[in-house]
């Protein structure tokens, strides 16, 4: 029986006036809603049951149709839900604080809530499958030992906590978007990528790592926003980089092809900025990009700031 369930079952009894005097109750692992309290109270203070293994939501429960988590464990696994249900497309699933949740196939929701202290970590083929996510936690895709994986996501992304994509391929064939107002790390490397980002105020994207990752989709830093590629690291765009915030890069940053804007903000560092191919740069406040090295295409390399004979 699940919250919204024995909170009824409980304000029923209490307000039956035919409901019987002295019973006792087993209700081992069961959760009323804050609704519930007073039916409660006067079942065992007016009626002298005794009610024994029951605790209170921490608010009222969960709208119908959703689904939180009991612990932590792997997704597919009832025991891992409350109620000894695994969500479907027609719940909203919430992983609470402290658990952990650890995706072994593919996963379907209406929308996944992560709290923070919450985590979903998905180290295996599979799809995410819904409306929306919303990361208040941590939310990892991760490359197995075993070989290529494929993290398919299909749903957008609200990002407020730790969002890191450490490995394997993460596509999205209905074209879904990463909305970043957290820290969003990306360390893995010559994997497939396939979803629109767009760094919100306030949000970071860290590209760390060996090797190059490639963003083949629109990527949007917005004012107040901050991209940093690190020392040692390469990302490279192709398709469109919108910058009107903070662009960081003491390590290398790759304009291949593409058409990108730049309204404002800063772009540089003390890394590389390649240009290769056809590529299309629009600005309507002047595009100054200030790097220690910046190579234009069949060009060998010439510091910036100097003016090429």
Request: proline fraction near 6%.
């Amino acid at each position: 029986m699940d919250c919204n369930n024995y909170t009824a079952t409980l304000i029923g009894w209490s307000n039956n006036p035919a409901t019987p005097s002295g019973r006792s109750l087993g209700a081992n692992s069961r959760q009323y809603g804050t609704n519930a309290v007073a039916a409660r109270t006067n079942l065992t203070a007016v009626k002298g049951w005794t009610i024994s293994g029951d605790s209170p939501n921490a608010g009222s429960c969960p709208p119908i149709g959703s689904i939180v988590t009991a612990q932590t464990g792997p997704w597919h696994i009832g025991s891992t839900w409350v109620g000894g249900v695994v969500p479907t497309s027609a719940n909203n699933a919430t992983i609470l604080a402290t658990h952990t949740v650890t995706l072994t196939t593919s996963a379907q929701f209406d929308t996944l809530t992560i709290n923070a202290g919450g985590a979903l970590l998905q180290p295996n083929n599979g799809t995410l499958d819904g409306a929306s996510i919303t990361n208040n936690g941590l939310l990892e895709f991760i490359q197995n030992i075993g070989g290529v994986t494929t993290h398919t996501v299909e749903s957008d992304i609200t990002n407020n906590g730790t969002l890191n994509w450490s490995g394997g391929n993460m596509p999205s064939a209905s074209g879904k978007t990463i909305f970043n107002y957290g820290t969003f790390n990306i360390s893995a490397a010559n994997a497939i990528f396939g979803l629109d980002v767009v760094n919100k105020s306030g949000g970071t994207v860290n590209r760390t790592g060996a090797n190059n990752q490639t963003i083949p989709t629109v990527f949007t830093n917005e004012a107040g926003a901050t991209l940093n590629v690190l020392s040692g690291a390469a990302l490279t765009f192709t398709d469109s980089l919108h910058n009107s915030g903070t662009v960081a890069v003491p390590g290398t940053l790759t304009l291949q092809g593409g058409s990108h804007t730049f309204e404002g903000g800063t772009f540089g560092g003390t890394g590389s900025l390649n240009f290769n191919g056809a590529t299309t740069i629009t600005s309507s406040t002047g595009f100054v990009p200030a790097f220690d090295t910046i190579n234009l295409p069949n060009s060998p390399p010439f510091p910036a700031g100097r003016t090429r004979p």
